[in-house]
T-cell receptor, first 113, second 112 residues
Framework: DGGITQSPKYLFRKEGQNVTLSCEQN?????MYWYRQDPGQGLRLIYY???????QKGDIAEGYSVSREKKESFPLTVTSAQKNPTAFYLC????????????FGDGTRLSIL | GQNIDQPTEMTATEGAIVQINCTYQ??????LFWYQQHAGEAPTFLSY????GLEEKGRFSSFLSRSKGYSYLLLKELQMKDSASYLC?????????????FGKGTSLLVTP
């Protein structure tokens, strides 16, 4: 079955540490996105990528970095510069058609130790 | 930029009908989406509107008025499992790769 796989489901970060969240899709989708969700809040866009080797900042990119070396993969690194990383992180993708909904992975919950 | 507003919380009774409203202001419009999100889970797609009018899908219907910047999600024959957060999202233009801009969500509680 096609879908989006995020790992790990839970992640703990020590102060000063960088951590990487994995997002893999086998839907052959071109565009991929990373969102952050805080309690009682909507989803906020961190980064997005429309094609391989290209990505753009979203509304809250500071303290995060991404790469898009393969079509299937869009990992997100939460750097030590992100002072408030505790949140639920969601990866999404769409095909090239703008009338299609975004498909979401199951999310990664990141907490500070 | 975009601004999306929806009520924070709503309560309804099992078997009843509930309408969740969403208003938006956007500089580029490529469709409005409704998602359902249970606590701790990813959002799941419910409906899509790009033209004015009502879209019906089983117990769920969604309405759009582009001139008013207004949409609603109608849930009929409410079930306990419908207790969840409902997210209204507007698709931005190509300048942000058609990303979705989400409202803060409406937490719906269905009571017996």
């Amino acid at each position: 079955d096609g879908g989006i796989t995020q790992s790990p489901k839970y992640l703990f970060r020590k102060e000063g540490q960088n951590v990487t969240l994995s997002c893999e899709q086998n839907l052959n989708h071109d565009a991929m996105y990373w969102y952050r969700q805080d309690p009682g809040q909507g989803l906020r866009l961190i980064y997005y990528s429309q094609i391989v080797n290209d990505f753009q900042k979203g509304d809250i990119a500071e303290g995060y970095s991404v790469s898009r070396e393969k079509k299937e993969s869009f990992p997100l690194t939460v750097t030590s510069a992100q002072k408030n990383p505790t949140a639920f992180y969601l990866c999404a993708s769409i095909s090239g058609q703008i009338n299609q909904p975004q498909h979401f992975g199951d999310g990664t919950r990141l907490s500070i130790l | 930029g975009q601004n999306i507003d929806q009520p924070t919380e709503m309560t309804a009774t099992e078997g009843a009908i509930v309408q969740i409203n969403c208003t938006y202001q956007t500089s580029g419009f490529n469709g409005l989406f409704w998602y359902q999100q249970h606590a701790g889970e990813a959002p799941t797609f419910l409906s899509y509107n790009v033209l004015d009018g009502l879209e019906e899908k089983g117990r769920f219907s969604s309405f759009l008025s582009r001139s008013k910047g207004y949409s609603y999600l109608l849930l009929k024959e409410l079930q306990m499992k419908d207790s969840a957060s409902y997210l209204c999202a507007v698709r931005a233009g190509s300048f942000v790769g058609y990303a979705l801009n989400f409202g803060k969500g409406t937490s719906l509680l269905v009571t017996p």
